[in-house]
Each structure stands twice: as structure tokens, then as C-alpha cells.
């Protein structure tokens, strides 16, 4: 019965991940035909673009107080829900201000499950915590991946990005209520409200800030490659390596997901998989930066495994590390420094951009943001949590 309630817990884990990004990576593919419609500048498009990331670092700690006060289940069910809510709204956006504002919800309530997802890893899958991370991660990536692949069928089907919008808030509508009626709800994995209703992070703890710049570099090479890999490629002449270099950045997190579920078991609670990734993704970006041909493609998928690792790898921490009744927390604190991290790099690469006339020097500050990985992670107490218990 017990191994029946975690393989449940398992897919449903899957399941959060693929409801978490269908919302969120359901914009750019659409973004031509909100331009047309709106008249939308490109400032305008890139605070479109850039909302959601603000809102997984503003919000995260309202996902910490939820769940100490509703439990981790309820908060991401109600979470998942407004996400599909907000979503299906845009489909009827007037105007830009309107289509902003459910944009910015929609990162909200997205914001707000994550935390809620972790402490779900700790609570459904306490002996597989990397095998949990690892599937939860791979539904991240097949959320994002969906999107992009079916556009060109979704927006015939639907008759344009308002009909894409809405349908792709169904699904999320949907595994929320999947979630809602098939959680394991035995004596061990029961809902409701942890032991302890501390919801405020402990700033004063070291490992947060160690865990939450070490996963910063993760979410900046991510973010920054997909940001500046296109404004490079023209301003180089290789409008015709943009595509096939973004599909290669995202496809290649998928192969970096799949290696970390098989091979979860050995690389929890080590440090030199951070120093291996980190060094991966510093070197596929100087790859990059001097090369404009068929290399950079493999290098942008490099680049794209390496964020992909470090994910994977960084969203283990706050469950291995804390207590079952900390991880929101702890998950809340490492979200907010790893995604205010992730925008201030992504602003400084623009002013970079600016400054130095070229789109290359944009990926200073996005390489910078993963050497916490190479000097910090072997200063993570990874066998603090075991020592707790």
C-alpha cells in the first residue's frame, strides 16, 4: 500500500511540474500576435516577458505562510487553481494594462506552489527525494517544452492567442483538481497544517543565502541565455541559428532530468555535481560568446544541460536539508534569492549589452551567477537535515 502511495505521489508530482509552466511558457509563442493586436513596444513586450520571474521571487514567501497555515496540499491545489483562473483571464484582456495584471497573478500563483510542491517531495517521497525532485523537475521541462511544440497546431484549432490561452488553462484546471482528489491521504502522508506554523524564513542562516545563490545560477543561465542567445546571433549576422539554438537550450534540460532521476541516488547530498554543472555552464557560455555557427547550437544545448543539472540538483537542497516542517520555508527563501539574483543579472547583461555595444557582453553578469556553484556548494552542510532528525 505504501509503495502504491508513493508512485502515486510520484505522478503527481510530474503532473505540478507540467501545470506550473504551461501558463508561463504559453506567451512567447504569441507574443507577434499581441504585438499586432495591442501595438505593444518592445519595452512593453520584455515587462510582458520579464513579469513572471519577479513575481516567482515576490511571492514565493506568501507560499511559505500559506502552506503553515493551510498545509502544503491545500495551498497547492487553491495555487494551481488561481493559476488556471488568471490564465484563462488573459483570453479576454482589453488592453495591455489588463493583460499585465494577469500575467503578473498567474506568476503569483505559480510563485506560491513551489514551495508548496517541495515540502510535497519531502512529505510524498521522503526515502526518494531525488528521484521525487528529478520527476517534479522533468514535468517543469515538459510544461515548457509543450507549448512551443504544439503552438502551430493549438492556434489553428483555437483561432488565435486568445483560444491558446484559454486551452491551456484547462490542463492546469485539471491536474489541479487531480491532485485535489488523488493525493495520498494515508497516516503518513496526510494534509493539514505542519507541526510548526513558522512561516518567515531565518535570514540569519547561512545556508540559505549558500543554497539560494547557488540555485540563482541555475535560473540566470537559463533566463539570460533564452534572453540574450537571439540578440547575439543577429547582431553576428546568424538570424538562421536563432531557432535552432533556443529548441537546443530547452531541449537539452530534458537529457540533463532524465540523468539525474536515474542517478538520483548518488548524486544526493554532494558537491561536486554543483562544481561539474557550474563549470559546464560557465564554459558552453564562453563557448557561445566566440562562436556564431553550428557550434553555438551545441554549445546553447551545453548550456541548456548544465541549467538543467543545476535545477534539478538545486531543488533537492530544501528538502534534503530541512526539517519536513521547514521546507516551505526554506524553499520560500532559496525562490526569493534565486530569482531576485536571476533579474538583476538579467538587468545588469542589458546594461552590459548597452555599454559594450554587442549582445556578448550581456553574458558577463549570466556567467557570473554561476560561480556561486563552483565556490559555494562545497561549503553546503548536505548532511544537516540527517543530523536534525
Do not use: K
Not at 111 to 123: D, G, I, K, S, Y
Amino acid at each position: 500500500m505504501a509503495g502504491r502511495q508513493v508512485l502515486r505521489g510520484l505522478l503527481l508530482l510530474w503532473l505540478i511540474g507540467i501545470a506550473l509552466r504551461l501558463p508561463i511558457l504559453a506567451v512567447p509563442p504569441v507574443i507577434p500576435a499581441l504585438r499586432d493586436d495591442f501595438g505593444m513596444s518592445g519595452t512593453e513586450i520584455g515587462i510582458l516577458s520579464g513579469l513572471p520571474m519577479v513575481m516567482f521571487a515576490a511571492a514565493a514567501l506568501a507560499g511559505s505562510l500559506l502552506v503553515a497555515r493551510l498545509g502544503a496540499l491545500s495551498t497547492a491545489v487553491v495555487a494551481m487553481l488561481l493559476v488556471a483562473a488568471a490564465s484563462a483571464l488573459r483570453a479576454v484582456a482589453p488592453d495591455v494594462t489588463a493583460l499585465f495584471v494577469a500575467t503578473a497573478v498567474t506568476g503569483a500563483g505559480v510563485a506560491v506552489t513551489q514551495p508548496a510542491a517541495a515540502a510535497l517531495v519531502r512529505r510524498w517521497a521522503p526515502q526518494r527525494i531525488g528521484l521525487a525532485t528529478g520527476l517534479y523537475t522533468n514535468g517543469l521541462l515538459v510544461g515548457e517544452i509543450l507549448p512551443v511544440a504544439l503552438f502551430p497546431i493549438l492556434i489553428v484549432a483555437t483561432g488565435g492567442w486568445r483560444g491558446s490561452f484559454l486551452a491551456w488553462a484547462v490542463p492546469v484546471a485539471a491536474i489541479a483538481m487531480a491532485v485535489f482528489l488523488f493525493a495520498p491521504r494515508d497516516r503518513e502522508h496526510r494534509d493539514g497544517p505542519p507541526a510548526s506554523r513558522v512561516w518567515w524564513p531565518d535570514w540569519r542562516d547561512p545556508e540559505i543565502w549558500r543554497v539560494g545563490l547557488v540555485f540563482a545560477g541555475s535560473n540566470t543561465m537559463y533566463f539570460g541565455v533564452n534572453a540574450f542567445l537571439p540578440g547575439y546571433l543577429a547582431g553576428t549576422g546568424r538570424d538562421d541559428l536563432i531557432s535552432p539554438s533556443l529548441t537546443a537550450l530547452n531541449s537539452g534540460q530534458l537529457p540533463a532530468s532524465f540523468l539525474l532521476i536515474a542517478l538520483a541516488g548518488r548524486l544526493e547530498r554532494r558537491a561536486w555535481p554543483f562544481v561539474a554543472t557550474g563549470l559546464l555552464g560557465v564554459a558552453s557560455i564562453a563557448g557561445i560568446v566566440l562562436t556564431a555557427s553550428g557550434w553555438t547550437v551545441a554549445f546553447a544545448g551545453l548550456a541548456g544541460f548544465a541549467a538543467g543539472a543545476a535545477f534539478v540538483l538545486g531543488l533537492t537542497l530544501p528538502p534534503l536539508l530541512s526539517a519536513p516542517e521547514d521546507v516551505a520555508r526554506m524553499s520560500a527563501a532559496v525562490f526569493t534569492v534565486s530569482y531576485s539574483v536571476g533579474v538583476v543579472c538579467t538587468v545588469l547583461g542589458g546594461m552590459a549589452w548597452d555599454l559594450g555595444g554587442t549582445a556578448a557582453f550581456a553574458f558577463l553578469p549570466v556567467a557570473a551567477a554561476a560561480l556561486p556553484m563552483l565556490l559555494l556548494a562545497p561549503a553546503i552542510r548536505f548532511r544537516r537535515q540527517a543530523a536534525m532528525a
